[in-house]
């Protein structure tokens, strides 16, 4: 479960998420949607203790993420928007592997996760090739496959499906699809809610650091236009 209580967070004169309260359960499928600077990745970013906030705090699984960041990135995986900032191997295999590496799983273990994760997001056979040497698109899910591989409680995503072609964003939402069903929660941010709507148990909508609404998809649709963003069709 992921508590944010109070939540205020500023970068200079500008207050990118203000007095932000809300809670994502165990199991839940939340978009956070808003417009371009409304304060969607400045709020996930508390989640695993990435900023400090100015005031109020984040609680993952009750603990103060600011306590334990260790205990919070453990149960929390993000994908970021831009991941070439969160790259830690050399080839793709090395990248996926090394979380799993880092909770001490043994060896066959770490295995059947890179499969796994890398076969979530059409990878397969391709653990050797070097990062810096794939596409964009290519790069974005060997980002997402490095969350995925965690196996985390709870997988936070930031525009997941920028630069991704038709087939990966199928092969990732099968993915979601399966893992959401298995209990993890999935809080996704996305401009691009067509394949996200229907999934979602809540959409919380933000809009200049607060929190408009938070509501069930249908309740959501019609509200969705005074925060600015397109409903999905
Ligand atoms: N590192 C930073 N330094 C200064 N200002 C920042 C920084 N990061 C974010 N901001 C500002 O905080 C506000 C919220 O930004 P944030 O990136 O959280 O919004 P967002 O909703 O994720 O936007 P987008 O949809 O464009 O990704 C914006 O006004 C942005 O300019």
Redesign the pocket.
């Known amino acids: 479960m992921i508590t944010v209580d109070g939540l205020t967070h500023a970068?200079?004169a500008?207050t990118?998420v203000d007095d932000v309260s809300l809670m994502i359960d165990d199991g839940e499928w939340v978009v956070l949607a808003?417009?371009?600077?409304?304060?969607?990745?400045?709020?996930v970013r508390h989640f695993t203790a990435l900023l400090e906030p100015d005031a109020g705090m984040v609680r993952v699984n009750g603990t103060p993420a600011a306590n334990d960041p260790v205990a919070a990135r453990t149960s929390v995986g993000m994908v970021f928007?831009s991941p070439r900032e969160g790259f830690v191997g050399a080839t793709v295999g090395a990248d996926v592997a090394f979380g799993p590496e880092n909770l001490g799983l043994d060896h066959d273990e770490i295995d059947r996760r890179v499969d796994d994760a890398l076969a979530a997001v059409n990878l397969d056979g391709r653990r050797d090739e070097r990062i810096d040497a794939l596409s964009g698109g290519e790069q974005a899910r060997v980002a997402i496959a490095a969350a995925v591989a965690m196996e985390p409680d709870h997988l936070v995503l930031d525009?997941p499906f920028t630069g991704l072609d038709w087939p990966a964003q199928r092969s990732v939402l099968e993915h979601l699809d399966d893992r959401y069903a298995a209990g993890m929660s999935i809080i996704v941010?996305s401009?691009d809610l067509r394949d996200l709507f229907d999934r979602a148990d809540r959409v919380i909508g933000?809009e200049a650091?607060s929190v408009r609404f938070d509501l069930s998809p249908d309740a959501a649709r019609d509200r969705l236009p005074e925060i600015d963003v397109r409903p999905p069709s």
């Open positions: 970068f200079g500008t990118a808003g417009p371009n600077g409304s304060g969607k990745t400045t709020l928007q525009e941010v401009h933000l650091g």
